[in-house]
């Protein structure tokens, strides 16, 4: 299983950025075979996907983050990355990563992103 812990997350004006980094800690596995994706949960909505990035390295994105969002990782440091440019109000949510592997689904704790108008 991975221990997941993100941060980065705060308080950003419209247009403007935020890079959103999640650690891992894993045992007895490597880190590089967990498919890695981003999730948000807005205030009373479901959580969302919004971007995936699995062994083969090609990452997919939901609809409402191509273009602005790009998720990255580093298999050596344990890290996977969110890079979100252009922000709306409408990326306000709780952010969360999450590993997933063998049928097995890890989260972590979820990091406040607020976009102002």
């Known amino acids: 299983q991975v221990q997941l812990v993100e941060s980065g997350g705060g308080l950003v004006q419209t247009g403007g950025s935020l890079g959103l980094p999640c650690a891992g800690a894993?045992?007895?596995?490597?880190?590089?075979?967990?498919?890695m994706s981003w999730y948000r949960q807005a205030p009373g909505k479901q959580r969302e996907l919004v971007a995936t990035?699995?062994?083969?390295?090609?990452?997919t994105y939901a609809d409402s983050a191509k273009g602005r969002f790009t998720i990255s990782r580093d298999n050596d440091k344990r890290i996977v990355y969110l890079q979100m440019n252009s922000l709306k109000p409408e990326d306000t949510a709780v952010y969360y990563c999450?590993?997933?592997?063998?049928?097995?689904?890890?989260w972590g704790q979820g990091t406040q992103v607020t976009v102002s108008s």
């Open positions: 999450n590993a997933f592997y063998g049928g097995v689904n890890s």
């Open positions: 990035l699995g062994i083969s390295s090609t990452p």
């Open positions: 894993v045992s007895g596995i490597s880190f590089r075979i967990y498919t």
